[in-house]
Each structure stands twice: as structure tokens, then as C-alpha cells.
């Protein structure tokens, strides 16, 4: 039921492109998108609808393909700022369902 | 605006105890979160409230519960503590849900607190 994310983790230089991908082996309601930095509590990004938009913010944006349970999130021109470990959460919209997060991606920018 | 706040910040035990974590969500936020966070691992979903009540509950032993105060303020407790139940317990607050079939509101996560049982 937890989603998986890939890659586990990933090291870019400044400027430099990543994606990380969710995928989940459930129908899907929305996608949510969480950073969290070393010694930090995670920090939300993102949420994206089923029959909703791709969403952006800032060089950071995402995609999310409901028929098939697939997110990805796109990191342009990165930045130091963008280290930290990226968490997708899934929710399939039942009555109060929760929020299930994967278990995170690991990215870290060096310059 | 005030963010999530909990306590205390760090909380240390030993195995068999009792462990109590506290905390308060962002005003105007009626739904409460616990997650826990062990070394290296992602955020285990615990225990949802909303306005009083228990809104779903993770894959945990009954020995964790909590509760939700009118205020909305929230409390973990842990009983009979074991070793592997070292981890950071991390909070978070959103709005709450007016509508029970349509969910999707962020969460606002507070810093957390570090348990660890000796």
C-alpha cells in the first residue's frame, strides 16, 4: 500500500535537471509532495488532484498520472536549497483516508 | 502565524514506561496528525483527529493512543515503551475535513519530538 518512489536517492550539481517518481499500485485521489532537510521537519510542496492540473512552483513542478498511479516531480536548474529528502504521500479518497507517505528520496545538490 | 508546536523537544525513557507527547496545531486547524519517524525511515502514519474525534489509525499496537482536545491541541501517549519505539514523533495540523469524502488539504508539520527508550 505504501507507494514507491525512485530513484532511492540522487546527487546533482547546481543547475543541473532531476525527476523523482511515485507510484502506487492503488487507484489514486491526489498526490501530495513533501521536502523535509536534515534536522528538519518535512515541509508541504504540492498537492495534485485527480482530473487536476500539473502544478508548479518556483523551478519545482509536478505531473500526476491518475490511470497509472504515477507523480513525478521535476527539479529544474537546481539549487543548493533543494537538498533534502523528497516524500510523495497517497491518498485514494475514501472516507477520511489518510495520507500514506513512500519512503522518500534522497537528493542532494553540491555545487 | 504561529506554527505546529510540540513537546517537549526531547524525551527520554526507559523500556516499560509511560511516554507523553504534546501537541498544538496551527489555529483555525481542527485535524491533528501523528507520524512516526525512525532513523532512516520514512513517515509512518499513527493516529488522525479531527474536531474530538478519531479519524483513522495506522498499523500500530494498541498501547499507542491519543486524544484531541476541545482547544484541538493534541496528545500521544505511548505505553509500556519499548526499545524499538526510539524515534522522532512528528505532528502535523490541517484544516479539517468539512466534507468526509473530499480530503487533500496540506499538512503543516512541527518539529517534532525525540523519544528515545533506553
Known amino acids: 500500500q505504501q507507494p514507491v518512489q525512485s530513484p532511492q536517492a540522487v546527487i546533482l550539481r547546481e543547475g543541473e535537471d532531476a525527476v523523482i517518481n511515485c507510484s502506487s499500485s492503488?487507484?489514486?485521489?491526489?498526490v501530495h509532495w513533501y521536502r523535509q532537510k536534515h534536522g528538519e521537519a518535512p515541509v508541504f510542496l504540492m498537492i495534485?488532484?485527480?482530473?487536476?492540473e500539473q502544478k508548479g512552483h518556483d523551478k519545482i513542478s509536478a505531473s500526476f498520472n491518475e490511470k497509472k498511479q504515477q507523480s513525478s516531480l521535476y527539479l529544474t536548474a537546481s539549487q543548493l536549497s533543494y537538498s533534502g529528502t523528497y516524500f510523495c504521500?497517497?491518498?485514494?479518497?475514501?472516507?477520511?483516508?489518510?495520507?500514506?507517505f513512500g519512503p522518500g528520496t534522497s537528493l542532494s545538490v553540491i555545487p | 502565524e504561529a506554527g505546529v508546536t510540540q513537546s517537549p523537544t526531547h524525551l527520554i525513557k526507559t523500556r516499560g514506561q509511560q511516554a507523553t507527547l504534546r501537541c498544538s496545531p496551527i489555529?483555525?486547524?481542527?485535524?491533528v496528525y501523528w507520524y512516526q519517524q525512525a532513523l532512516g525511515l520514512g513517515l509512518q502514519f499513527l493516529l488522525w483527529y479531527d474536531e474530538g474525534e478519531e479519524r483513522n489509525r495506522g498499523n500500530f499496537p494498541p498501547r499507542f493512543s491519543g486524544r484531541q482536545f476541545p482547544n484541538y491541541s493534541s496528545e500521544l501517549n505511548v505505553n509500556a515503551l519499548e526499545l524499538e519505539d526510539s524515534a522522532l514523533y512528528l505532528c502535523?495540523?490541517?484544516?479539517?475535513?468539512?466534507?468526509?469524502?473530499?480530503?487533500?488539504?496540506?499538512?503543516?508539520f512541527g518539529p517534532g519530538t525525540r523519544l528515545t527508550v533506553t
Open positions: 495534485l488532484l485527480k482530473g487536476g
Open positions: 489555529s483555525g486547524h481542527t485535524s
Open positions: 504521500g497517497t491518498e485514494r479518497g475514501t472516507s477520511y483516508d489518510k495520507v500514506i
Open positions: 492503488k487507484a489514486l485521489y491526489s
Open positions: 502535523a495540523s490541517s484544516l479539517g475535513q468539512t466534507d468526509p469524502t473530499a480530503t487533500s488539504y496540506e499538512q503543516y
